[in-house]
Each structure stands twice: as structure tokens, then as C-alpha cells.
């Protein structure tokens, strides 16, 4: 059997096609498979989980292909990456849908608040968040994640979505943007690293980031 060196979680949610032909495109030598076999994602080298649409159903789809144990372990034990969803998805709990999440970490999956939302001169700002916006890099153990490794700070990354995560432990966070207010934006530790933007769908920063993660050996 060919070795599996980037799993790419399918639990029937998201464009999971434009994340594995970006994959596919910084590493042209590796084996990129898209799969909902629990087997796959146990193999493989490193592991991507990302996601798009309501976290209740993407936490049902998940359950039903019995690919729940396996993401938790891969957490755990080998380089991952979580985009959108799959990073909310690794929390608690999320306000959408009063949904448990996988409980890796301790936090909140809260929405945009509405009251709340007017840019610097009052005009009303759209939920969900969509489009282009600044990503800054958290500075923990004074410098930043090797995954923002060839990108300049501040650069902007495409986001589409209407919660974000709340961390109980706010030295997780990895990057942040604001729209008005501060949220995270990235999350990392150990082997583990989540973003809340779509790197598959942020340019040449993003394609950096994939090209990070590859050559990543936490």
C-alpha cells in the first residue's frame, strides 16, 4: 500500500477539493489522499481537517463515518492542521446549535456579536465574516509559530464564517484579526495547528502556510 503522507479528513463537509490541489500544488511529491476511513488518517504522516457549514452537522457527519477517535488521536501524535470549522470543532463547545465539540480544547465557539458590529466610522459590518482581512501573529515564547515562516505579519488571509473561538487559555493563540473586535484567528501547540481563515483560498500567504505545514516536524 502506498504510504499516506497528507490525509485530508472527508466527513462530507466543504470544499475538500481546492484544499487537497493546494496541497497538491506546494508538495507535487507527496501522496495527498482525501478519505473517511479512520485507517487512512491513522497512517498517514500528517493530517488536515478542514470543514465549511453548521458545526452541529459537521459534528453529526463526523460521528457517523466513525472518524471522531480518529481526529482526536491525530491531534495528538502527528502534525495537523485544522482550517474553519475544523478549527472551531476542536472546542468544547459552540453556541451554534448549543453543539458539544471534541473537547480538545477548553473554550467557547461564540457568534459574532451583532450589537457590536460597526467599523471605525459607524457603518453597519456584514455577519458572517466574509472576504479579506489582516491576519496578525502572536508572539509566544518570543517569536511566532513556524507556520507563519516566509509571511509577513499582517498579511491578509480569506475568511468566511460567523462564530470564532473563544480559548480558555488565550497562550494557544497563534494569530489574530479584527473586525471591529480582536478574535482568533490561529491557534497552536504541540503538534497542532488551526486557523479560522481558509488558507486553500488566501493566495500566495496561504500556499506559504501549506508549504510550512509540510515541512513542519513538530
Same mark, same amino acid.
Given at each position: 500500500?502506498?504510504?499516506?503522507?497528507?490525509?485530508?479528513?472527508?466527513?462530507?463537509?466543504?470544499?475538500?477539493?481546492?484544499?487537497?490541489?493546494?496541497?497538491?500544488?506546494?508538495?507535487?511529491?507527496?501522496?495527498?489522499?482525501?478519505?473517511?476511513?479512520?485507517?487512512?488518517?491513522?497512517?498517514?504522516?500528517?493530517?488536515?481537517?478542514? $470543514?465549511?457549514?453548521?458545526?452541529?452537522?459537521?459534528?453529526?457527519? =463526523?460521528?457517523? !463515518?466513525?472518524?471522531?477517535? %480518529?481526529?482526536? @488521536? +491525530?491531534?495528538?501524535?502527528?502534525?495537523?492542521?485544522?482550517?474553519?470549522?475544523?478549527?472551531?470543532?476542536?472546542?468544547?463547545?459552540?453556541?451554534? $446549535?448549543?453543539?458539544?465539540?471534541?473537547?480538545?480544547?477548553?473554550? =467557547?465557539?461564540? !457568534?459574532?456579536?451583532?450589537? %457590536?458590529?460597526? @467599523? +471605525?466610522?459607524?457603518?453597519?459590518?456584514?455577519?458572517?465574516?466574509?472576504?479579506?482581512?489582516?491576519?496578525?501573529?502572536?508572539?509566544?515564547?518570543?517569536?511566532?509559530?513556524?507556520?507563519?515562516?516566509?509571511?509577513?505579519?499582517?498579511?491578509?488571509?480569506?475568511?468566511?464564517?460567523?462564530?470564532?473561538?473563544?480559548?480558555?487559555?488565550?497562550?494557544?493563540?497563534?494569530?489574530?484579526?479584527?473586525?471591529?473586535?480582536?478574535?482568533?484567528?490561529?491557534?497552536?501547540?504541540?503538534?497542532?495547528?488551526?486557523?479560522?481563515?481558509?488558507?486553500?483560498?488566501?493566495?500566495?500567504?496561504?500556499?506559504?502556510?501549506?508549504?510550512?505545514?509540510?515541512?513542519?516536524?513538530?
Amino acid at each position: 500500500m502506498k504510504k499516506i503522507d497528507i490525509a485530508v479528513v472527508d466527513y462530507g463537509m466543504g470544499n475538500l477539493r481546492s484544499v487537497s490541489k493546494a496541497l497538491e500544488h506546494v508538495a507535487p511529491t507527496k501522496n495527498v489522499l482525501v478519505t473517511s476511513n479512520p485507517k487512512d488518517i491513522a497512517s498517514a504522516s500528517r493530517v488536515v481537517f478542514p $470543514g465549511q457549514g453548521a458545526m452541529p452537522d459537521c459534528i453529526r457527519e =463526523l460521528d457517523l !463515518r466513525g472518524l471522531r477517535q %480518529a481526529v482526536i @488521536d +491525530a491531534t495528538s501524535n502527528k502534525p495537523f492542521l485544522g482550517i474553519c470549522i475544523g478549527m472551531q470543532m476542536l472546542f468544547e463547545h459552540s453556541e451554534e $446549535g448549543d453543539c458539544p465539540g471534541l473537547g480538545v480544547f477548553n473554550g =467557547l465557539v461564540t !457568534r459574532f456579536n451583532a450589537d %457590536a458590529m460597526h @467599523d +471605525a466610522n459607524g457603518a453597519k459590518l456584514k455577519v458572517p465574516h466574509m472576504g479579506w482581512n489582516q491576519v496578525y501573529q502572536s508572539q509566544v515564547s518570543q517569536k511566532p509559530h513556524c507556520l507563519w515562516q516566509g509571511i509577513e505579519n499582517g498579511a491578509r488571509f480569506y475568511y468566511v464564517h460567523s462564530y470564532y473561538v473563544l480559548p480558555d487559555d488565550d497562550s494557544i493563540t497563534s494569530g489574530f484579526s479584527e473586525y471591529p473586535q480582536r478574535f482568533t484567528g490561529a491557534i497552536a501547540k504541540d503538534n497542532l495547528f488551526a486557523v479560522q481563515f481558509h488558507p486553500e483560498k488566501s493566495a500566495n500567504a496561504g500556499l506559504q502556510m501549506l508549504s510550512n505545514f509540510i515541512a513542519w516536524n513538530p
